[in-house]
Nanobody, 128 residues
């Protein structure tokens, strides 16, 4: 069973930075996609970024709202995917989740319905 654990959330002032971590264990395939999603109070779950690991290589994708500010990356040795978040704004406040799905598709997509494994979430609050 694939297991995901997020960490790194917290309270930060506008313009600040945080790095979220998603430690994954229990993979049964080498081909998968990891996505970061967020859910603000009263809103639906929004795709933030994703990274794929496929036979033909890896790809990343970002929501327009975070392009240029957020960076997704991985550390294979630690089975960890990171989300570096810079220039955070109050509208970034949400619970952030990492999720995974097994797929051989190189281009990752940020549709929550496509992800079958979810972490417990970590709160990010951006406030002065």
């Amino acid at each position: 069973q694939l297991h995901l654990v997020e960490s790194g959330g917290g309270l930060v002032q506008p313009g600040g930075s945080l790095r979220l971590s998603c430690v994954a264990s229990g993979f049964t395939s080498s081909y998968y996609t990891i996505g970061w999603f967020r859910q603000a109070p009263g809103k639906g779950r929004e795709g933030v970024s994703c990274i794929s690991f496929s036979f033909s290589g890896s790809s990343t994708n970002y929501a327009d709202s975070v392009k240029g500010r957020f960076t997704i990356s991985r550390d294979n040795a630690k089975n960890t995917v990171y989300l570096q978040m810079n220039n955070l704004q109050p509208e970034d406040t949400a619970v952030y989740y990492c999720a995974a799905t097994y797929t051989a598709q190189r281009m990752c997509v940020m549709s929550a319905a496509m992800y079958h494994y979810w972490g417990q979430g970590t709160q990010v609050t951006v406030s002065s």
